[in-house]
């Protein structure tokens, strides 16, 4: 069954650091490059990070370099995403998604979401 | 950074309706244009890409338009699964999403 899976969230303390997983089945995980996404409680979607299908190179929106970082292991099939520091406004469903495009084709189009994990900070 | 503005950001409607929202970038994205349909405790689902094609699997009385800075997203004949919030989302320049247009049942 072709799926993401995310897991790892739950409710941290400001300050604290989480890393969230994403298990892939269903697809060759290590030729597409992988995302994620987060959505916060007014709904928003906001772009978290980006990692080329072979890890060599990751990407994040100027807003949240610094404490978010995205690997993989193809290995395994997992994606993860590591934030430290978290702050209030990290607040949010964190979706996995995978890429349309193959290897270094990728195209930022999004073609299969997991149902995401929650991430709540609290004081 | 891209900036994706949607309208409206509510919209309801009946079923067999045809409904049509719209997308704007902040600046020329080609045809650089997805859109989702999301609802609650559900997966997120890839309805269109490149602003006109069709994901597999996707009705086609789900179509889009546009190119530049204006896109459209129209629904032909609503059926009751349709009921969602849909968004669009840049894929120019690093990835950007619009505000969302939650669809409700009139």
């Known amino acids: 069954q072709v799926q993401l899976v995310e897991s790892g969230g739950g409710v941290v303390q400001t300050g604290g650091s989480l890393t969230l997983s994403c298990a892939a089945s269903?697809?060759?995980?290590?030729?597409?490059?992988m995302h994620w996404v987060r959505q916060t409680p007014g709904g928003g979607l906001e772009w978290v990070a980006t990692?080329?299908?072979?890890?060599?190179?990751?990407y994040y929106p100027d807003a949240i370099k610094g404490r978010f970082t995205i690997s993989r292991d193809n290995s395994k099939n997992t994606l993860f995403l590591e934030i430290n520091s978290l702050r209030r406004e990290d607040t949010a469903m964190y979706y996995c998604?995978?890429?349309?495009?193959?290897?270094?084709?990728?195209?930022?189009?999004?073609?299969?979401w997991g149902q995401g994990t929650l991430v709540t900070v609290s004081s | 950074d891209i900036q994706m503005t949607q309208s409206p950001s509510s919209l309801s409607a009946s079923v067999g309706d045809r409904v049509t929202i719209t997308c704007r970038s902040s600046?020329?994205?080609?045809?650089?244009l997805n859109w989702y349909q999301h609802k609650p405790g559900i997966a997120p689902k890839l309805l269109i890409y490149?602003?006109?094609t069709l994901q597999t699997g996707v009705p086609s009385r789900f179509s889009g338009s546009g190119s530049g800075t204006d896109f459209t997203l129209t629904i032909s004949g609503l059926q009751p699964g349709d009921f969602a919030t849909y968004y669009c989302?840049?894929?120019?320049?690093?990835?950007?999403f619009g505000q969302g247009t939650r669809l409700e049942i009139k």
């Open positions: 998604a995978k890429d349309v495009g193959l290897r270094e084709f990728w195209s930022g189009d999004l073609d299969l």
């Open positions: 269903g697809f060759d995980f290590n030729t597409y490059a």
């Open positions: 990692i080329r299908y072979d890890g060599s190179n990751s």
């Open positions: 600046q020329d994205i080609r045809t650089s």
């Open positions: 490149a602003a006109s």
């Open positions: 989302q840049q894929s120019y320049n690093a990835l950007t």
